[in-house]
């Protein structure tokens, strides 16, 4: 990590939240090799964030937390590597081997080895490793070099140290994390299947709208023909209804002459033309039958024979 920063330095975050911008960097490092093997860093903090700087000057933000991976993660009971090809999610999250050793129990210790990445440092409310703690220029390691570097940037709170330790227990229950993770596997599963079935609906909603389009299509390429057609029927039926007006007023006038013929001049003419029909049947069989007085006889033959009388002479 000492040597990563020589190359490149780091970003300072806030809770480990890398999708914001970070406030400070990480600049130089080095290990301080005593009791605890410890890597010291000095970073910096922008002054835009004054009150960020505030708080670590007057110790309310006194921790830091590390994001790092490191090449390989061994078993110190029987060498198994929690990172390597053999390694699935399940040794990872539960910290158990094949083997059956489960770090952290009967002793049993994991040896990070080598540096994969070396992502940030983090000010946090606590860390995750003991004494992982921001100090002051008092408790620094670095050369007066470095103290008078950090002093010409106006950096007053410079170091801080991390140290890696084991815990006891773990910081999570990985049976809850395991059955978690399954839980929201088989959730996946089932969104999987359902967005399948909604493809499916999908697809059948589109070849109906197509269809539709279709016939829309086909329909608006009859309209004209349609329209004309309706047009003549229309037409049609205005000379039929025509026609069965003049039909109907010719029928009652008939009527009329009828009953006026068989003495019924004060009748009037039914309303519906069915009736209409019935009375002139009604009337002429009484015509046949005789039953017309004589005056009506002469007002029938007035009406419906023809004016030749002058002609003809009596024998």
């Not at 829309?216 to 047009?231: H, M, R």
């Not at 519906?272 to 005789?290: M, P, Q, Y």
Request: hydrophobic residues 40%.
């Amino acid at each position: 990590m000492a040597l990563a920063l020589e190359a490149e330095s780091r970003p300072v975050q806030i809770m480990h939240e890398g999708s914001l911008l970070p406030i400070g960097r990480v600049f130089h490092g080095r290990v301080i090799d005593g009791v605890d093997t410890e890597l010291r860093v000095l970073f910096w903090i922008d002054k835009e964030h004054e009150d960020k700087i505030r708080q670590i000057d007057n110790g309310t933000i006194d921790q830091v937390s590390v994001g790092i991976m490191p090449k390989q993660m061994i078993c110190s009971a029987d060498g198994f590597d929690f990172l390597g090809p053999e390694a699935g999610l399940e040794h990872l999250f539960t910290g158990t081997t094949p083997d059956g050793n489960t770090v952290g129990e009967n002793g049993v210790y994991c040896k990070m080895v080598g540096l994969e990445a070396f992502f940030e440092i983090s000010l946090v409310g606590q860390g995750g490793a003991q004494n992982a703690r921001i100090v002051n220029n008092d408790q620094s390691h670095f050369s007066p070099h470095i103290k008078a570097l950090a002093a010409n940037v106006t950096l007053d709170r410079l170091a801080l140290t991390a140290t890696a330790t084991t815990r006891e227990k773990p910081i999570m229950d990985v049976k809850e994390l395991l059955a978690e993770l399954r839980s929201t596997e088989k959730e996946s599963m089932k969104v999987t299947i359902e967005n399948e079935a909604l493809k499916a609906t999908n697809l059948t909603l589109t070849s109906e709208r197509d269809a539709l389009k279709t016939q829309l299509a086909a329909a608006s390429q009859t309209e004209p023909a349609v329209k004309t057609e309706l047009d003549e029927l229309k037409t049609k039926h205005t000379a039929t209804e025509a026609s069965l007006t003049a039909a109907d007023t010719a029928l009652r006038d008939i009527c009329k002459k009828v009953l006026t013929a068989s003495g019924q001049v004060a009748a009037e003419v039914p309303e519906k033309l069915e009736d209409v029909v019935a009375k002139i049947a009604e009337t002429k069989i009484n015509l046949v039958a005789g039953g017309t007085s004589q005056g009506a006889e002469s007002d029938l033959a007035a009406s419906v024979a023809p004016a030749v009388t002058s002609f003809r002479t009596r024998r």
